[in-house]
């Protein structure tokens, strides 16, 4: 399985960025798919989670509001539409498949697989 995702970037603050990971490998029915990040010095948090039947989603607190998580089942790709973007929302974002839809979405143990992360960089 690979998760390819693109779409970081460097912007200002206000500006607004959607990140793509689409995954491969192998066939997908019922899984989920989550954005983490981790900033300069701090743990992976979760962002955003997707769950593939039925297309519940998830947002973390810090995002709400801003952050939309949304799914192309036929291409098998996950997209995170960011705006109003902060600093603090500059770290390195991570898609992420757990092949199980009923877990705990919010904790990354839970998660099989990981896309390689994309920088994005919110300047003041």
């Known amino acids: 399985v690979q998760l390819q995702a693109c779409g970081g970037g460097s912007v200002q603050a206000g500006d607004s960025l959607r990140l793509s990971c689409a995954a491969s490998g192998r066939t997908f029915s019922s899984h989920t798919m989550s954005w983490f990040r981790q900033g300069p010095g701090k743990e992976r948090e979760f962002v955003a989670a997707?769950?593939?039947?039925?297309?519940?989603?998830y947002l973390a607190d810090s995002v709400k509001g801003r952050f939309t998580i949304s799914r192309d089942s036929a291409a098998n790709t996950v997209y995170l539409q960011m705006q109003s973007l902060k600093p603090d929302d500059t770290a390195v974002y991570y898609c992420?498949?757990?092949?199980?839809?009923?877990?705990?979405?919010?904790?990354?143990?839970?998660?099989?697989?990981w896309g390689q992360g994309t920088q994005v960089t919110v300047s003041s």
């Open positions: 997707i769950r593939w039947t039925g297309g519940s989603t």
């Open positions: 992420a498949l757990d092949l199980d839809s009923t877990s705990y979405y919010y904790i990354r143990y839970e998660y099989d697989y």
